[in-house]
């Protein structure tokens, strides 16, 4: 049973950091072949693609996100992370960490990722 378990998530004001992590189990092939991202989803707007990791880590970011948030992976851990910078009010959201086997012809699209994560919310207050 695949299973994607995020963390990390709090309220904090706006400017301040977070990291938050998402520890992979259950996998049929190495965590490693895997392509990760995370997507989060604001109330009353679409679900949206934030970053993304391929099994070669290369790097992909949302417009909104970039030069302030860094997705990494540690392969040996079966974890991504997600570190936040400067956050501001409207990267408040519920964040999702996303896995599938296959690369995605487009990271930034929901359905390609075969299996998620419940979830973990993160608020930024001005």
């Known amino acids: 049973q695949v299973q994607l378990l995020e963390s990390g998530g709090e309220s904090v004001q706006t400017g301040g950091s977070l990291r938050l992590s998402c520890v992979a189990s259950?996998?049929?092939?190495?965590?490693?072949?895997?392509?990760m991202a995370w997507f989060r989803q604001a109330p009353g707007k679409e679900r949206e693609g934030v970053a993304a990791i391929s099994s070669d880590a290369s790097t992909s970011y949302a417009d909104a996100v970039k030069d302030r948030f860094t997705i990494s992976r540690d392969n040996a851990k079966n974890t991504l992370y997600l570190q936040m910078n400067s956050l501001k009010p409207e990267d408040t959201a519920d964040y999702y960490c996303?896995?599938?086997?296959?690369?995605?012809?487009?990271?930034?699209?929901?359905?390609?990722?075969?299996?998620w994560g419940q979830g973990t919310q993160v608020t930024v207050s001005s």
């Open positions: 259950g996998f049929t092939y190495a965590y490693k072949t895997y392509s």
């Open positions: 996303a896995a599938d086997s296959f690369r995605p012809n487009e990271w930034d699209r929901s359905w390609e990722y075969a299996y």
